[in-house]
């Protein structure tokens, strides 16, 4: 199997350098290689397990939990921020 | 009195009989921290405290106030504004942090060599990884630099370096303490647990740490029953303790084998009943760990957009690059259902797999299943790094009971060439208190986890 690394680090936002495109193409494909082996497996009418805990549609009340932070402190870490808010980049054109 | 010797237990027993304070406690530790850490680069950070109990944090678990970098340089500033679930029930229990602990970055790693911080020594032989990704939380209760530790485990990342470091350490069923706080790697494999220095120091972090907080909607409201430390020699007695032939394969060094067998030896003399057992898909679990993490992986770390936290993402490193992405390319469309489904299919047979073992309908009917941590004892820096896929078949025994959400302790059993090795003990969903009962009574009949290392 050989991967598309250009197209995959687009869709992850990944910015790679040409030798790392290069480095990660090899290593993928032998990863991918090794994974290949599944296909030996039979898992006709078997059901994809994704969360093993059983557990599904676990509610709660609909009310402000304990444990809330400011917006001073949910935003402490954002590199740029002006008046309590993040300043990014905009997403609309004018 | 050596108070960096002492067991969790017997720290708590020494302070309510006031044999010295918790001053000298923290002092002790800071102390053993000062001459030490230099040389095994344990600690990303560390608290002067004078007061509670001193535990060591995997710098992947949130705490409040506390720089937490989870070993990455995209987050080498970021200080997180909340504490996880586990850090908090600590500090509702004396518990005081002494320092946050070097991690393979993100926790994606076997050696603890993937951190931005350089790597964590081996305090057995400091020419040889700790083992990974919780490498200095492991590091830390093997050197004496904390009373415990926590961790997390994916794939084997407290088992592993607990084998390796020689010290105890447990993952929980998936579901017994909550994840809030942790920061995610795998959501569907991701677990908080601790390092001790003795399998009843585990029980008791269990105890503090399990239970539900309305913040993880997959933790059961079930906690660890109590049981009394000195009836666990007779719980062992008619205990069906299987074996699966798959892992004491090819792959199996034969100086480890030789050790996990006088184990096994050691349980039957104590009363279980040895059974010879199958768990036929394990050869395939390395492969399908590496499509359903990968995948989790690229979809949690994709909150990295160096716009609320962190740096750009140009700062992740090498590994954490490549899961990402090899997680994108298996749910990419074309190659979802030929990958990631795939995966999780198997994922079914390998839980199956387990449940066969543990059903008594079925003749096998065991109560655990036992075997090694890891296939070799530590290795050399840098041995593994060329090549990631012999990086990755190094997690081959821990992984299964990972994808099958199951418990498992590593506990000391000997030594090959003067390097620790761990028992796996393994048990059903939800029962960690058998496995600890099992890991106790071997505990109570062997010395080896009262080994040191000399540094």
Request: net charge negative.
């Given at each position: 199997?050989?991967?598309?690394?250009?197209?995959?680090?687009?869709?992850?936002?990944?910015?790679?350098?040409?030798?790392?495109?290069?480095?990660?193409?090899?290593?993928?494909?032998?990863?991918?290689?090794?994974?290949?082996?599944?296909?030996?497996?039979?898992?006709?009418?078997?059901?994809?397990?994704?969360n093993v805990s059983g557990l599904s549609n676990v509610l709660r009340p609909?009310?402000?939990g304990g444990r809330t932070?400011?917006?001073?402190?949910?935003?402490?870490?954002?590199?740029?921020?002006?008046?309590?808010?993040?300043?990014?980049?905009?997403?609309?054109?004018? | 009195?050596?108070?960096?010797?002492?067991?969790l237990i017997?720290?708590i027993?020494?302070?309510?009989?006031?044999?010295?304070?918790?001053?000298?406690?923290?002092?002790?530790?800071?102390?053993?921290?000062?001459?030490?850490?230099?040389?095994?680069?344990?600690?990303?950070?560390?608290?002067?405290?004078?007061?509670?109990i001193?535990v060591?944090i995997k710098?992947?678990i949130s705490t409040q106030?506390?720089?937490?970098?989870?070993?990455?340089?995209?987050?080498?500033?970021?200080?997180?504004?909340f504490k996880a679930t586990v850090v908090e029930k600590l500090l509702q229990n004396n518990v005081?942090i002494?320092?946050?602990?070097?991690?393979?970055?993100?926790?994606?790693?076997?050696?603890?060599?993937?951190?931005?911080?350089?790597?964590?020594?081996?305090?057995?032989?400091?020419?040889?990884?700790?083992?990974?990704?919780?490498?200095?939380?492991?590091?830390?209760?093997?050197?004496?630099?904390?009373?415990f530790s926590l961790g997390t485990d994916?794939?084997?990342?407290i088992?592993?370096?607990?084998?390796?470091?020689?010290?105890?350490g447990f993952k929980p069923s998936y579901g017994k303490a909550s994840r809030y706080g942790l920061?995610s790697?795998?959501s569907s494999l991701d677990v908080p647990g601790p390092f001790t220095?003795?399998v009843a120091d585990a029980r008791l972090v269990m105890d503090w740490i399990s239970g539900e907080d309305g913040l993880d909607s997959n933790v059961f409201s079930n906690k660890l029953r109590d049981s009394s430390p000195?009836?666990?020699?007779?719980?062992?007695?008619?205990?069906?303790?299987?074996?699966?032939?798959?892992?004491?394969?090819?792959?199996?060094?034969?100086?480890?084998?030789?050790?996990?067998?006088?184990?096994?030896?050691?349980?039957?003399?104590?009363?279980?009943?040895?059974?010879?057992?199958?768990?036929?898909?394990?050869?395939?679990?390395?492969?399908?760990?590496?499509?359903?993490?990968?995948?989790?992986?690229?979809?949690?770390?994709?909150?990295?957009?160096?716009?609320?936290?962190?740096?750009?993402?140009?700062?992740?490193?090498?590994?954490?690059?490549?899961?990402?992405?090899?997680?994108?390319?298996?749910?990419?469309?074309?190659?979802?259902?030929?990958?990631?489904?795939?995966?999780?299919?198997?994922?079914?047979?390998?839980?199956?797999?387990?449940?066969?073992?543990?059903?008594?309908?079925?003749?096998?009917?065991?109560?655990?299943?036992?075997?090694?941590?890891?296939?070799?004892?530590?290795?050399?820096?840098?041995?593994?790094?060329?090549?990631?896929?012999?990086?990755?078949?190094?997690?081959?025994?821990?992984?299964?009971?990972?994808?099958?959400g199951i418990p498992g302790l590593?506990?000391?059993?000997?030594?090959?060439?003067?390097?620790?090795?761990?028992?796996?003990?393994?048990g059903k969903f939800m029962d960690d208190e058998t496995v600890l009962d099992?890991?106790?009574?071997?505990?109570?009949?062997?010395?080896?986890?009262?080994?040191?290392?000399?540094?």
């Open positions: 199997m050989k991967i598309d690394v250009k197209k995959v680090a687009k869709l992850a936002s990944l910015p790679l350098s040409e030798a790392e495109e290069e480095k990660y193409s090899k290593q993928l494909s032998k990863i991918l290689e090794y994974i290949d082996q599944l296909n030996e497996v039979n898992t006709e009418n078997v059901e994809p397990t994704y609909d009310e402000v932070i400011s917006q001073e402190d949910a935003i402490s870490n954002a590199p740029k921020k002006k008046d309590g808010f993040i300043i990014t980049k905009g997403v609309f054109e004018e | 009195m050596n108070i960096t010797g002492l067991t017997d720290t027993k020494a302070l309510k009989e006031k044999k010295f304070s918790e001053q000298d406690l923290n002092e002790a530790y800071l102390s053993r921290i000062n001459d030490l850490n230099s040389n095994l680069n344990v600690f990303l950070e560390i608290k002067n405290n004078s007061k509670g001193p060591a710098d992947i106030n506390i720089k937490t970098t989870a070993g990455s340089k995209i987050l080498s500033t970021y200080i997180p504004p005081s002494i320092g946050k602990t070097n991690l393979d970055e993100f926790a994606m790693g076997s050696s603890g060599e993937n951190s931005a911080y350089g790597p964590t020594k081996n305090p057995w032989d400091i020419t040889k990884v700790p083992g990974g990704s919780s490498a200095g939380s492991a590091a830390a209760v093997a050197a004496d630099l904390a009373v994916t794939g084997g990342s088992r592993q370096p607990a084998s390796l470091c020689g010290v105890v920061m790697m795998a220095k003795s000195s009836a666990q020699n007779d719980k062992i007695k008619g205990l069906r303790v299987g074996v699966p032939k798959e892992y004491f394969g090819h792959g199996l060094n034969s100086g480890v084998g030789k050790v996990i067998r006088e184990a096994i030896k050691k349980l039957e003399d104590l009363g279980a009943k040895i059974v010879e057992i199958s768990l036929p898909h394990t050869e395939y679990a390395v492969a399908v760990y590496y499509i359903i993490m990968a995948s989790e992986v690229s979809s949690n770390l994709a909150r990295f957009d160096g716009i609320r936290f962190g740096s750009k993402r140009e700062d992740f490193g090498e590994e954490v690059k490549r899961r990402i992405m090899l997680g994108t390319f298996s749910l990419s469309s074309g190659y979802y259902d030929e990958y990631f489904t795939k995966a999780a299919k198997v994922r079914t047979l390998i839980r199956r797999d387990f449940e066969k073992v543990f059903d008594p309908s079925t003749g096998s009917g065991c109560d655990v299943i036992v075997g090694p941590v890891s296939p070799t004892v530590a290795w050399g820096f840098g041995e593994k790094m060329q090549d990631p896929l012999t990086m990755y078949l190094s997690d081959a025994y821990t992984i299964p009971a990972s994808l099958a590593s506990v000391p059993c000997g030594f090959v060439n003067g390097l620790p090795v761990g028992l796996q003990i393994l099992v890991g106790e009574a071997y505990e109570n009949a062997t010395d080896w986890h009262k080994e040191k290392p000399k540094i």
